[in-house]
């Protein structure tokens, strides 16, 4: 059975930095590219960034770029994402998905092409 369990949310000010881990048990997360996507209150489900199985490609949304680094350890089975001078905009129930294939186009923004996903973490960004 393939779990994925995210952890690192909590409750930050503006400006303030978090770090969220995505471990995997069942599955090796290194065989196929790992994303996070995230959820705000009454929006759809959003991409933020994604990393290839190797780790050496990334895709972010423009809306975190250079202030969101993900990155993994194939060893520890696990993916992380390093977010920095976070904006209550950033406030949402963080996710981490994985695919089960590999993909002509592994780094996809589209959440239709992820098999696996944990049950999410909550950020929020509040001052």
């Known amino acids: 059975q393939v779990q994925l369990v995210e952890s690192g949310g909590g409750l930050v000010k503006p400006g303030d930095s978090l770090k969220l881990s995505c471990k995997a048990s069942?599955?090796?997360?290194?065989?196929?590219?790992t994303a996070w996507f995230r959820q705000a209150p009454g929006k759809e489900r959003e991409f933020v960034a994604v990393?290839?199985?190797?780790?050496?490609?990334?895709t972010y949304a423009d809306s975190v770029k250079g202030r969101f680094s993900i990155s993994r350890e194939n060893a520890k089975s696990t993916v992380y994402l390093q977010m920095n001078s976070l904006k209550p905009e950033d406030t949402a129930v963080y996710y981490c998905?994985?695919?089960?294939?590999?993909?002509?186009?592994?780094?996809?923004?589209?959440?239709?092409?992820?098999?696996?996903w944990g049950q999410g973490t909550q950020v929020t960004v509040c001052s």
């Open positions: 998905a994985a695919q089960s294939t590999i993909l002509t186009a592994p780094l996809s923004v589209n959440s239709r092409e992820y098999t696996y």
């Open positions: 990393i290839s199985r190797s780790g050496t490609g990334t």
């Open positions: 069942g599955w090796m997360l290194s065989r196929c590219a």
